[in-house]
């Protein structure tokens, strides 16, 4: 399998602007994960998925971040309007059953807001 | 409180020495630990899981529970330059809900 592919792997956008981040999960997998990692806070739970619904989104900062996870295959974190303070490393991550609990990130998304 | 609490280090160690890394947790119900191991600029890796008290070994890597104190440990013998990384601690507080501690950095030296 390919893994957790996310995209894009670096983005640097103005204050303001829209910024969509992209996640696919491993095929099979069952949950989803975001987690957004600064050098001051490390690596933070946003929003987990299972079976393409949301669990716990007790981790999103504000109402500036929405999640969505449409099918099987893919999820989307979206950031509206970007602030800098936004700058950070955003990881996917999935799991399921023949994962046991082991928990596969993506790559990662680099984000830097001027 | 934070639910997963590290040392952020550095921790400098010689090579060939063994490196100890140490993590607590706050939530008394969590029944599963894990210890990542990020490389700079790269994403994290699980090396160890350990569900009860006592010690697992895995090759050069040992994970320590104490359950009773809310701790976590791993211990890398024979350390090796390689082994320079960011260590995170992992508790599983809820259903698959996976909280990180904020890393402690280990410097491996030749």
């Known amino acids: 399998d390919a893994g957790v592919i996310q995209s894009p792997r670096h983005e640097v956008t103005e204050m303001g602007q829209e910024v969509t981040l992209r996640c696919k999960p491993i095929?099979?997998?069952?949950?989803l994960f975001w987690y957004r990692q600064t050098m001051m806070r490390g690596l933070e739970l946003l929003i987990y998925?299972?079976?393409?619904?949301?669990?716990?989104d007790s981790g999103m900062p504000e109402d500036r971040f929405s999640a969505k996870m449409p099918n099987a295959s893919f999820s989307t974190l979206k950031i509206q309007p970007s602030e800098p303070r936004d700058s950070a490393v955003y990881f996917c991550?999935?799991?399921?059953?023949?994962?046991?609990?082991?928990?596969?990130f993506g790559e990662g998304s680099w984000l830097t807001v001027v | 409180q934070k639910e997963v609490e590290q040392n952020s280090g550095p921790l400098s160690v010689p090579e060939g020495a063994i490196a100890s890394l140490n993590c607590t947790y706050s939530?008394?119900?969590?029944?599963?630990f894990f210890w990542y191991r990020q490389y700079s600029g790269k994403s994290p890796e699980l090396i160890m899981s350990?569900?009860?008290?006592g010690d697992k070994e895995d090759g050069r890597f040992t994970a320590q529970l104490n359950k009773a104190s809310q701790y976590v440990s791993l211990l890398i013998r024979d350390s090796q330059p390689s082994d320079s990384a960011t260590y995170l601690c992992?508790?599983?507080?809820?259903?698959?809900?996976?909280?990180f501690g904020t890393g402690t950095r280990l410097l491996v030296s030749p």
């Open positions: 991550a999935s799991t399921g059953l023949d994962s046991g609990n082991t928990i596969y």
């Open positions: 095929s099979g997998h069952d949950y």
């Open positions: 998925f299972n079976n393409n619904v949301p669990i716990d």
């Open positions: 939530d008394r119900g969590s029944q599963s």
């Open positions: 350990i569900y009860s008290n």
């Open positions: 992992a508790v599983m507080t809820g259903f698959q809900k996976l909280v």
